[in-house]
């Protein structure tokens, strides 16, 4: 399985920017979706997690701003920003994660599209 995320970029104080993570040689609706982030000097943080039946949870420092969504036909997900802020300049990275029938447990970890806010 491999995830490839694009989207990254520039973007003006209070703009927006979607990215998108490309999953592929699996199918999506196997796993639950995240989207972290990792800023320059700061630990990785989640930014939001969606499920396989869609629920959808939210940091509380992107809440009401960044929208999760999962289209298994496409084998994508996606992350919607708005009003960004220029201490969300970071590295965004989308991760899976699936338990299977006995507990076996497989993750994977994209490689992480810089988004830079910046006027």
């Known amino acids: 399985v491999q995830l490839v995320e694009s989207g990254g970029g520039l973007v003006q104080p209070g703009g927006s920017l979607t990215l998108s993570c490309a999953l592929s040689?699996?199918?999506?609706?196997?796993?639950?979706m995240y989207w972290y982030r990792q800023a320059p000097g700061k630990k990785r943080e989640q930014v939001a997690r969606?499920?396989?039946?869609?629920?959808?949870t939210y940091e509380e420092f992107v809440e009401g701003r960044f929208t999760i969504s999962r289209d298994n036909a496409k084998n994508t997900v996606y992350l919607q920003m708005n009003s960004l802020k220029t201490e969300e300049t970071a590295i965004y990275f989308c991760y899976a994660n699936r338990v299977a029938g006995m507990g076996e447990e497989f993750d994977y970890w994209g490689q992480g599209p810089q988004v830079t806010i910046s006027s």
């Open positions: 969606v499920t396989r039946g869609d629920i959808t």
């Open positions: 040689g699996g199918a999506l609706s196997l796993y639950v």
